[in-house]
């Protein structure tokens, strides 16, 4: 048994689903997720007939629930992902970000310890704390800086890579003062089936398809490393099984891209695949690339160094980015219901503070976002 939090957001959904696929569905798993605007339980259908699938809803913070789930079930593992994740949304209320991924996983560290010193000795040493972190925590890089690796100091920029690297830190004292078996990892970009329509790749897909504009920040030369989420969830599972305690991994796709080529590549995608909406957008999606004010505070290059975990443990990512862009593309075409669910009144209430614009699919977008 394991206790999986934020399970039914992007990630961790990923990674529940995955887990019962690879491991032909041996393990239980307890899921526990707020539900915030990210969580969604519809991430979850495949497995409503699975009953080694127990999903909670609640707060990582409530000790008494966290407390009380893991006397009850006695998990042999934590898989930490429960977070407020997005950056934009972080530079526009930080305060929810400080709750969850400080006081949140402060409070799931204590949980926890208090339940792994009373385990008998055995148990006691089988257990891990896997916390799941960010590469954001490094800060950003030169274009010709040396990719991340695991010492690399930090320097987080925006209150979200703020708040994980706090986390990061209680954790690794929670490992170094009390012993607890942390484990944590730092992943770059990911991206994949079930990502919202806030984060870059998702975005755009969604945005093309619907003939709005594709707004780029800045200049569109930041650069990320992007990871197919299948490959991080087998890098997670790789760590919780054969990582060593106390030490962090990075992981990566070794797969630097500016957000115009990422954009300009998905564009190309979705000619393809759709081509009535490419006629409809002027004969190309590209044709709705709109270049808007930039992120404050906007990191210039993010990239992992992968060396260690590879070395050590032997993971690589499976896919490339070819690849694994094709799946993402073809994801979002063929789960539209999916999509629609997402773009509630809340989403478009986001949309709007973020672009000016309200989500609809009247083709204005373009015209409504401030051009640079
Ligand atoms: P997400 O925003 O899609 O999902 C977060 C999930 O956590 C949601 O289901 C939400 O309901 C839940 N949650 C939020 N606050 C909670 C709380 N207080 N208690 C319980 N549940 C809560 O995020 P994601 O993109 O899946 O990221 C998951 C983890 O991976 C995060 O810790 C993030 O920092 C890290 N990470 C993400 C990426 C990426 O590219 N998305 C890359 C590296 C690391
Ligand atoms: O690096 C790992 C991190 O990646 C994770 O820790 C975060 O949880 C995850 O959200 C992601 O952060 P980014 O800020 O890099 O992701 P996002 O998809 O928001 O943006 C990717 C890049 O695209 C970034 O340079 C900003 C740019 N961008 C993003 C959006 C939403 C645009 O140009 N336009 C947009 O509309």
Same mark, same amino acid.
């Given at each position: 048994m394991i206790l999986v939090t934020g399970g039914a957001g992007f990630i961790g959904s990923n990674f529940v689903l995955d887990w019962f696929d690879q491991s032909g569905a041996q393990e239980p798993v307890i899921n526990l997720d707020a539900l915030t605007y990210a969580g969604n339980l519809e991430n979850l259908i495949a497995l409503s007939n699975e009953?080694?699938?127990?999903?909670?809803?609640?707060d990582i913070g409530d000790r008494a629930l966290v407390s009380r789930l893991l006397t009850e079930h006695r998990?042999?593992?934590?898989?930490?992902?429960?977070?407020?994740?997005?950056?934009?949304?972080?530079?526009h209320g930080p305060s929810?970000?400080?709750?969850?991924?400080?006081?949140?996983?402060?409070?799931?560290?204590?949980?926890a310890r208090e339940y792994w010193q009373q385990l008998p000795q055995e148990k006691a040493s089988a257990f891990r704390f896997l916390h799941v972190s960010t590469d954001e925590v490094y800060g950003s890089l030169g274009p010709n800086d040396p990719a991340f690796t695991e010492s690399t100091p930090y320097q987080p920029n925006s209150p979200?890579?703020?708040?994980?690297?706090?986390?990061?830190?209680?954790?690794?004292?929670?490992?170094?003062?009390?012993g607890l078996p942390?484990?944590?990892?730092?992943?770059? &970009?990911?991206? #994949?089936?079930?990502?919202? @329509?806030?984060?870059? =790749?998702?975005?755009?897909?969604?945005?093309? $398809?619907?003939? !709005?504009?594709?707004?780029?920040?800045?200049?569109?030369?930041?650069?990320?490393?992007?990871?197919?989420v299948g490959d991080h969830c087998a890098a997670i599972r790789c760590v919780?099984?054969?990582?060593?305690?106390?030490?962090?991994? &990075?992981?990566? #796709?070794?797969?630097?891209? @500016?957000?115009?080529? =990422?954009?300009?590549?998905?564009?190309?995608? $979705?000619?393809? !695949?759709?081509?009535?909406?490419?006629?409809r957008a002027g004969g190309s999606h590209a044709q709705l690339i709109t270049y808007v004010k930039d992120r404050p505070g906007h990191d210039r290059r993010?990239?992992?160094?992968?060396?260690?975990?590879?070395n050590e443990l032997g993971w690589k990512p499976i896919e490339t980015f070819a690849t694994g862009i094709e799946?993402?593309?073809?994801?979002?075409?063929?789960?539209?219901?999916?999509?629609?669910?997402?773009?509630?009144?809340?989403?478009?209430?986001?949309?709007?503070?973020?672009?000016?614009?309200?989500?609809?699919?009247?083709?204005?977008g373009k015209q409504s976002c401030s051009q640079q």
């Open positions: 009953p080694l699938h127990q999903f909670v809803q609640g998990p042999r593992a934590i898989v930490h992902f429960a977070a407020e994740s997005h950056v934009d949304r972080s530079i929810a970000f400080i709750n969850t991924n400080v006081q949140g996983t402060f409070h799931l560290l204590e949980c979200y890579s703020a708040s994980k690297a706090a986390s990061d830190h209680l954790a690794r004292a929670w490992y170094h003062t009390y942390v484990l944590t990892t730092n992943c770059s &970009n990911n991206y #994949g089936p079930f990502q919202l @329509p806030e984060k870059l =790749i998702p975005l755009m897909i969604i945005n093309a $398809l619907a003939g !709005r504009a594709l707004p780029i920040y800045g200049d569109g030369r930041n650069v990320r490393d992007w990871l197919y919780l099984a054969r990582g060593r305690v106390g030490e962090v991994y &990075n992981i990566g #796709g070794w797969n630097e891209m @500016p957000n115009i080529e =990422i954009v300009s590549a998905l564009c190309t995608l $979705l000619d393809q !695949r759709s081509p009535l909406t490419a006629q993010y990239a992992i160094n992968a060396e260690k975990i590879a799946k993402t593309v073809d994801w979002y075409l063929n789960h539209q219901d999916w999509v629609a669910h997402v773009q509630s009144g809340a989403y478009r209430q986001w949309i709007n503070l973020q672009y000016g614009h309200a989500a609809s699919s009247d083709g204005q």
